[in-house]
C-alpha cells in the first residue's frame, strides 16, 4: 500500500550546522509533498512544501529537494538552531485532500 | 496561516463514558476535515475524513461505531470517542484544508487533543 517512511529516526547536530532530514515515499503517484515541525505536544506546523514537477525549493533556512526517479524527498535545514529541536515529518498527497505521514525524524540540536 | 482550533487540548475520562473533541476552522471553510491519531513517538495516523453535511469516510482498520464524526457546518468537525477504554487513550488532532483551494495545498493542524482514559 502506499507509505511514506524516513530513513533515520534520530539526527543530533551542533547548533550553527546545517542538518538533513531524509524521507523515502513508495507512491509514484504522488504528486505533492510537504514537511511538518510537530513539537511536543502541539500539533504540526507547516514548513515547506513541493509539488511533483519541482525538484527543489527554498524558504527560509529551509531547502526541500524532491528526487521522483529514486522516490526521495529531503530537508535540509541551514544554520540549525536550538529552536528547531522537534520531530519532522515528511507528507505526501496523492491527487486528493488526505494528507499521509511518513514516520518521522527527531532532531537534537546541540547547544 | 489559516487557525484551526481544537478543544479540550487535554480530557481525562473514566472507563465507559464517551468523550467529544470539537475542531473549528477559525479563518476560513472547509468542506473537508481530517482526524488523527497519534501514538507516543510515533507518527500520525489517519482515522477518517469527515465530510460537511455527509457520512465521514472511515480508514481501514477504524472502528466507525467506535469513532464517530459529525460535520453539520462548515467551520466544525467532532470526534466522538464512544464507551472509552484506556487502549482509546492517545493525541488526536484534526486538520483542514481552505475551501476551494488548490487541491495540492497544505493542511492546517489544530493543537491536538490528549486523551486519557482511566
Known amino acids: 500500500g502506499e507509505s511514506v517512511g524516513l530513513h533515520l529516526p534520530t539526527l543530533s547536530v551542533q547548533e550553527g550546522d546545517n542538518s538533513i532530514i531524509n524521507c523515502a515515499y513508495s507512491?509514484?503517484?504522488?504528486?505533492?509533498f510537504i514537511w511538518y515541525k510537530q513539537e511536543s505536544g502541539k500539533g504540526p506546523q507547516f514548513i515547506i512544501d513541493i509539488r511533483s514537477n519541482m525538484d527543489k525549493r527554498q524558504g527560509q533556512r529551509v531547502t526541500v529537494l524532491l528526487n521522483k526517479t529514486v522516490k526521495h524527498l529531503s530537508l535540509q535545514i541551514a544554520a540549525t538552531q536550538p529552536g528547531d529541536s522537534a520531530v519532522y515529518f515528511c507528507a505526501e498527497k496523492t491527487g486528493g485532500f488526505k494528507t499521509i505521514f511518513g514516520a518521522g525524524t527527531r532532531l537534537f540540536v546541540k547547544a | 496561516g489559516a487557525v484551526v482550533s481544537q478543544h479540550p487540548s487535554r480530557v481525562i475520562c473514566k472507563s465507559g463514558t464517551s468523550v467529544k473533541i470539537e475542531c473549528r476552522s477559525l479563518d476560513f471553510q472547509a468542506t473537508t476535515m481530517f482526524w488523527y491519531r497519534q501514538f507516543p513517538k510515533k507518527s500520525l495516523m489517519l482515522m477518517a475524513t469527515?465530510?460537511?453535511?455527509?457520512?465521514?469516510?472511515?480508514e481501514q482498520g477504524v472502528e466507525k461505531d467506535k469513532f464517530l464524526i459529525n460535520h453539520a457546518s462548515l467551520t466544525l468537525s467532532t470526534l466522538t470517542v464512544t464507551s472509552a477504554h484506556p487502549e482509546d487513550s492517545s493525541f488526536y488532532i484534526c486538520?483542514?484544508?481552505?475551501?476551494?483551494?488548490?487541491?495540492?495545498?497544505?493542511?492546517?493542524f489544530g493543537q491536538g487533543t490528549r486523551l486519557t482514559v482511566v
Open positions: 469527515s465530510n460537511e453535511g455527509s457520512k465521514a469516510t472511515y
Open positions: 507512491n509514484s503517484a504522488s504528486d505533492y
Open positions: 486538520s483542514a484544508s481552505r475551501q476551494g483551494g488548490a487541491m495540492n495545498t497544505e493542511a492546517f
